[in-house]
């Protein structure tokens, strides 16, 4: 089953722009993920935020969590061509529990 | 990171068979589920593999269709039963220790049935 939205759907856009993705769920959560996936390939760990965070860093990186909202948002700066990639937020919810994931944003960056 | 590895890589398979999926998993890794990624959606849990017993399948899913096995901590295998076309998926192996939060993925296997 899927947790949630993530919206938009597909974005294109220029290199250098920044790109920003957002997710949003339903149940409870202890942290939220988001993973890319190149096509065709696995999925890499991108960054982690726990429930009791709102904000976190990882180079390009900055992901955002509202929990009264339910909602998530990743956003890339300075975007690169070597972005384009589907990326997919996941809930993780007790010990023990799998992520469930969001139905992903595909991101297409042109130089 | 645990290291997670699977084969076959991608298959082409008649419908009416079977394919069994293999997964490795470095010692880091105490929890192993396995995950379908249709064509162009997101992953969808299919199951928890449990060590020496039974897995633990999500709606929609069924052991009959999906036997799973665990014989140990490390390797876990799945098996896609009697395919039809519908079947043609990512398979995807994924693993995490209890306490830790982040799950790590194997490079999937691609499923084509004709």
């Known amino acids: 089953s899927q947790q949630g939205e993530e919206d938009p759907q597909a974005l294109s856009i220029q290199e250098g722009e920044n790109a920003t993705m957002n997710c949003s769920y339903k149940?409870?959560?202890?942290?939220l993920q988001w993973y890319r996936q190149n096509s065709g390939r696995g999925l890499v760990h991108l960054i982690l935020i726990r429930s009791n965070e709102r904000e976190k860093h990882s180079g390009r990186l900055r992901v955002t969590l509202d929990t009264s909202k339910k909602s998530s948002s990743l956003l890339i700066t300075a975007s690169r061509a070597a972005d384009t990639a589907s990326y997919f937020c996941?809930?993780?919810?007790?010990?023990?529990?799998?992520?469930?994931f969001g139905k992903g944003t595909t991101l297409s960056v042109s130089s | 990171s645990a290291v997670i590895s699977q084969k076959p890589s991608r298959d082409i398979c008649q419908r009416g068979t079977s394919l069994t999926i293999q997964c490795q998993v470095d010692s880091q890794v105490t929890m192993m589920f396995w995950y379908r990624q249709q064509p162009g959606q997101s992953l969808t849990l299919i199951a928890t593999?449990?060590?020496?017993?039974?897995?633990?399948?999500e709606s929609g899913f069924v052991i009959d269709k999906f036997p799973i096995s665990r014989p140990n901590l490390t390797f876990s295998t799945l098996t896609v039963s009697n395919m039809s076309p519908e079947d043609s998926s990512i398979y995807l192996c994924s693993g995490r220790s209890y306490y830790q939060e982040t799950q790590y993925f194997g490079p999937g296997t691609r499923l084509l049935v004709l």
């Open positions: 149940t409870s959560i202890n942290n």
């Open positions: 996941a809930t993780g919810g007790q010990a023990g529990t799998a992520l469930i």
């Open positions: 593999a449990n060590q020496g017993s039974e897995a633990t399948y």
